[in-house]
């Protein structure tokens, strides 16, 4: 078998992998029993309170400014000739 074949063998056998994968993980969100596992779930949520920092901005106005640099590079490059 040569490279090009072990490398399709690959890609067709997690592309499979992938389908199994995903309805295993469908079926045990699915089964997953929320009122057994209440207080791991809320013990998680109050870790990520006590370690959480408060925050006076959101980040929006630091977005704006990457899109604004990604908007005025991509008029640059439009501008040139290959």
Known sequence: MGDKQKIKKW???WRSASIALEQIKYNEMRSFDYSQNL???EDML???YDH???RSYSGL???QRVFAKIKAASK???G???
């Open 46 to 48: 109050q870790w990520a």
């Open 39 to 41: 207080p791991f779930i």
């Open 61 to 63: 106005v630091e977005q």
């Open 11 to 13: 890609v067709e056998n």
């Open 80 to 82: 040139r000739t290959a």
């Open 52 to 54: 959480s920092r408060l």
């Open 76 to 78: 640059s490059d439009s």
